[in-house]
């Protein structure tokens, strides 16, 4: 075998070769013994060429076996420029598709590797890595276990960045707990500790965005598109590719309080037409279902764009809410004219399996949002007129209390004249 040492026209004729044989020729140049400043350079330029090849040859254990070779040749750079090379190198792991597994396994090694070189810099930022990948495998009490030692580590050693990181990762995953008040306060520290350094134009979008989800679950919408919007300049300044989840949130929100007719103006928008694709079809869909009130071009939409809606956890939460109100809506303007009504025929019109509107008209009773009854016997609702209020009880009400008022002050002056 030919041996290729660690010089520039080394690397030149690896770039030059075809996949296979540059990644061949890397290899080699790894191996050179040669430790001089220059050679450390082209080894670090070897390294960066490699991962490329590798990563578009989507040979995920090569880079996790390259990163364990390498470990020799990071005790002779400094303690930085290992950080780097070792998060590019997890980096690209990231970018093969169905790695998931592999990159936990990866940070695992990495992690005991750190603790035993005692780099703690780059331990937590490993640590921070393979707790955004529990969470995204779905490992919560993992992932919980690992941020709360961490969280308290960084905090000592009051390194910022990280702690915003970190922070934002715990709200993240208290979200997807479903423990909101958790989520706001960890959201509340990134911000804390965010507004004491410079941060980073992409991670100012990613808090706006968590900011943004957060507001909407608690069905304050306005506020919501408006981080929505400062997440989206943030993301598509940068050709950031979540850019297009935060313009679908926007629309989102703008559908939500029934703004849907906005909708249309807002993907035909100058920054809303670089992102024009499934996503942006689907909101269209929904928007013009909510327009039309039409329970039937909302169910096509959810079958349509099943990838868009019902998998995307955040918009499947909302437009459940929004289904629900659809069909109030709906099921309040059918059963106006009548004051009986057989709930079959309800059915009927409405397009709905009789049990599932029969159930729904009992909440909405429940609701107060009519005033009826369900007459199972003869499968028919009635409908009672809207019982007027009478002004008296209220003002009565209002009297009474004013006396109780009157005599309390009385009784503190009596008590004042016999002291």
């Known amino acids: 075998m030919v041996s290729f040492p660690a010089t520039t026209e080394t690397i030149s004729l690896a770039l030059e070769a075809n996949s296979s044989e540059a990644i061949q020729i890397l290899y080699q140049v790894l191996e050179d013994p040669s430790s001089s400043p220059e050679s450390l350079r082209i080894k670090e330029q070897a390294i960066s060429n490699l991962c490329e090849r590798l990563t578009e040859e989507k040979r995920g254990e090569d880079l996790r076996t390259l990163l364990t070779k390498l470990r020799p040749f990071f005790s002779l750079i400094p303690k930085a420029k290992t950080a780097k090379i070792v998060r590019g190198i997890i980096d690209a792991v990231a970018k093969i598709p169905g790695t998931t597994h592999l990159q936990i396994t990866l940070c695992k090694e990495m992690v005991e590797w750190t603790r035993a ?183 096509n939409a959810l079958r349509d764009y099943k990838a868009q809606l019902e998998d995307d956890p955040i918009v499947h939460r909302h437009l459940s809410s929004l289904y629900d109100t659809l069909l109030e809506q709906n099921l309040c303007r059918l059963i106006e004219p009548f004051s009986r009504v057989e709930i079959a025929h309800v059915a009927d019109l409405i397009g709905l399996p009789i049990d599932h509107v029969e159930k729904k008209l009992s909440q909405m009773i429940l609701d107060k949002k009519f005033a009826g009854t369900l007459d199972q016997g003869a499968g028919c609702l009635i409908i009672f007129e809207d019982p007027k209020a009478d002004a008296i009880y209220s003002a009565t009400l209002d009297t009474i209390a004013n006396m109780g008022k009157v005599v309390d002050s009385l009784y503190v002056r009596s008590a004042k004249i016999m002291a």
């Not at 679950?217 to 590719?241: M, R």
């Not at 926007?250 to 993907?267: P, R, Y």
Request: glycine fraction near 4%.
């Open 117 to 299: 070189e005692k780099r703690t810099f780059l331990r937590q930022r490993v640590e921070a890595r393979l707790a955004s990948l529990l969470m995204e495998n779905k490992e919560y009490v993992e992932a919980l276990a690992l941020l709360s030692t961490l969280v308290k580590e960084v905090r000592r050693l009051d390194d910022k960045l990280l702690l915003v990181d970190i922070d934002l990762l715990e709200s993240k995953l208290h979200f997807s707990l479903r423990n909101l008040p958790k989520a706001k306060a960890a959201l509340t520290a990134a911000r804390t500790a965010a507004n004491a350094i410079y941060v980073p134009p992409a991670q100012q979008g990613t808090i706006d965005l968590q900011s943004g989800i957060l507001h909407a679950e608690e069905k304050d919408y306005k506020t919501g598109y408006s981080y929505f919007f400062e997440a989206f300049e943030s993301f598509n300044a940068l050709g950031d590719p979540r850019a297009v989840f935060s313009l679908k949130y926007m629309l989102l929100c703008k559908i939500m309080v029934s703004q849907a007719d906005d909708v249309a103006g807002i993907i035909s928008s100058k920054a809303g037409l670089q992102y024009v694709g499934p996503d942006l079809d689907a909101m269209k869909a929904v928007a013009d279902a909510h327009s039309k009130r039409s329970l039937k071009l909302f169910e």
